[in-house]
């Protein structure tokens, strides 16, 4: 039953991305019947191959629970943040007197999952001025190390709320 409902949800996702990247003008009926058989082929193709690094348990739990809802929703949210740490960035190397304070900082985490984990970190890490360097899971409180450009903290639990931010509330919807 896995394999099968992980094609499924590798397949479904696969399509819905084969047609946003078709979609002219958020114009749905410019799609024609080549367009949609040939996307078919390709979610088939796509999901053979990814359906069994898509889901260790139900592949379906992306349509499960608002999931899908929820990253719609955290994909704004994301790249609000994006631009915020892009300015600060911007704004600390284009100034005349490089002010940085470099290091690296612990953030702790209520995050289980491996997927919620990889999220978080990648989320970090492609906001920046931060780097995940690693991942130390201890049971019930997970650590991540962080190179800060500008650790303006050493102390954890300041550190885990600046860094974090609201990643961690919208990885914990999706993954928890």
Not at 127 to 147: K, R, V
Request: proline share 2%; glycine share 6%; net charge neutral.
């Amino acid at each position: 039953m896995k394999k099968w409902t992980s094609f499924v949800g590798a397949f479904i996702l696969s399509y819905l991305f084969w047609i946003l990247f078709l979609m002219q003008d958020f114009n749905i009926l410019k799609l024609g019947s080549q367009e949609l058989i040939v996307g078919v082929i390709v979610s088939i193709i796509v999901a053979y191959f990814s359906s069994s690094f898509f889901a260790k348990k139900d592949g379906l739990w992306l349509f499960k629970k608002f999931r899908f809802i929820n990253l719609i929703i955290f994909i704004p949210v994301y790249i609000w943040e994006l631009i915020k740490a892009n300015f600060s960035v911007a704004i600390k190397a284009l100034s005349p007197n490089l002010n940085i304070n470099p290091g690296i900082v612990k953030i702790t985490t209520e995050l289980q999952s491996d997927y919620g984990l990889a999220m978080l970190s990648n989320c970090i890490t492609l906001t920046p001025g931060t780097i995940t360097m690693d991942i130390y899971e201890d049971g019930s409180e997970n650590a991540i190390y962080i190179h800060w450009i500008d650790a303006t903290t050493e102390d954890t639990k300041e550190a885990s709320e600046i860094i974090k931010g609201r990643f961690e509330y919208f990885v914990r919807r999706l993954f928890n």
